[in-house]
């Protein structure tokens, strides 16, 4: 039973890029969250996905955008990136939006902004 | 805004030497608390769930307990194998189902 996958898992842009970073859920979730996560610092929300919709979203500005497919898969979308974005990017998945269910999440997409 | 904070920061213990760390909230509302491990690079692994004040749950050498205020994840007769950073989180009734993380409290066991 495959975990929860994210892709890339290292990436290096420079200011002002874009990035999309991807994930898949682990089997028979239906339920994305994405978390940001600065080194020695522990994980932030920034949104949650479910029935393809966004259902909540964190303390984060609106150049963070993301999208779930019909798969439940889902991309993270950072524009005019800062030299603030550098960190691991953390994709969670669940069963059901709105429960307190147990999040299972990848091993992340470490990303510097250089 | 609700908080969660979580000492020692760093914590460092001989194999076999037993300690507690602790994830303090602020008391508004608390719809479950979870205990993560993180190992460097890696993304984090669930451990427990407490939903309610009296709760505890165990796995191996780990304890985690809750009370109105706070949670102790109690680690007994540690090895080096237990070295990681370990993660407190909240779920508020009026935040849905995201997650509140502490900063975390990075353990080293020494052999």
């Known amino acids: 039973d495959a975990g929860v996958t994210q892709s890339p898992t290292h990436l290096i842009k420079t200011r002002g890029q874009q990035v999309t970073l991807r994930c898949s859920p682990k089997?028979?979730?239906?339920?994305v969250s994405w978390y940001q996560q600065a080194l020695g610092q522990g994980p932030q929300f920034i949104f949650q996905?479910?029935?393809?919709?966004?259902?909540q979203r964190g303390n984060f500005p609106d150049r963070f955008s993301g999208h779930q497919f019909p798969n439940y898969s889902s991309e993270l979308n950072v524009n005019a990136l800062l030299l603030g974005d550098s960190a691991l990017y953390l994709c969670?998945?669940?069963f059901g939006a709105g429960g307190t269910g147990e999040l299972f999440f990848g091993e992340g997409s470490r990303l510097t902004v250089l | 805004e609700d908080q969660v904070t979580q000492s020692p920061e760093a914590l460092r213990l001989q194999e076999g030497e037993s300690s507690s760390l602790n994830c303090s909230y602020t008391?508004?509302?608390?719809?479950?608390l979870f205990w993560y491990r993180q190992d460097p690079g890696k993304g984090p692994e669930f451990l427990f769930t407490?939903?309610?004040a009296g709760e505890e749950k165990e796995k191996e050498r780990l304890k985690a307990t809750l009370t109105k205020k706070e949670s102790f994840l109690h680690i007994t007769a540690p090895k080096p194998e237990d070295s990681a950073t370990y993660l407190c989180?909240?779920?508020?009734?009026?935040?849905?189902?995201?997650?509140?993380f502490g900063e975390g409290t990075q353990l080293t066991v020494n052999p």
């Open positions: 969670a998945s669940s």
């Open positions: 089997s028979g979730h239906d339920t």
């Open positions: 996905y479910y029935e393809e919709e966004e259902r």
């Open positions: 008391v508004s509302g608390l719809r479950g």
């Open positions: 407490l939903y309610s």
């Open positions: 989180a909240v779920v508020w009734e009026t935040s849905g189902s995201r997650l509140t």
